[in-house]
């Protein structure tokens, strides 16, 4: 099993900048992809961004088309750790921001696990 921390969240005006970070943990050899996710009060959660690789250790990340140009995915193989840099923030970017693993290469939550507890971001108009 793997487990995943979330951390980074917080208040920020809009404009502003934050960068989450997602710990990762345990048996992480299996993994094909370690997103982000959000989800807004009432609503299912919906895919922010991924790293995927291939059996190569080719990376590819994507983003929904909604932070393309905004956030960026980043790791860093040494801490075991996934990042996610938001900049441009808007009112509309607030949600509990959660990381997770797949054993595919895809942006479907249903195919995710491991959720972390998640972090909460507000961004303030």
């Known amino acids: 099993q793997v487990q995943l921390v979330e951390s980074g969240g917080g208040l920020v005006q809009a404009g502003g900048s934050l960068r989450l970070s997602c710990a990762a943990s345990?048996?992480?050899?299996?993994?094909?992809?370690i997103g982000w996710f959000r989800q807004f009060p009432g609503k299912e959660r919906e895919f922010v961004a991924r790293i995927s690789w291939s059996a190569y250790r080719t990376y590819h990340a994507d983003y929904a088309d909604s932070v393309k140009g905004r956030f960026t995915i980043s790791r860093d193989d040494a801490k075991n750790t996934m990042y996610l840099q938001m900049n441009s923030l808007k009112p509309e970017d607030t949600a509990v921001y959660y990381c997770?693993?797949?054993?595919?290469?895809?942006?479907?939550?249903?195919?995710?696990?491991?959720w972390g507890q998640g972090t909460q971001v507000t961004v303030s108009s």
């Open positions: 345990g048996r992480t050899f299996s993994i094909r992809s």
């Open positions: 997770a693993t797949s054993s595919s290469i895809s942006s479907s939550a249903s195919l995710y696990g491991g």
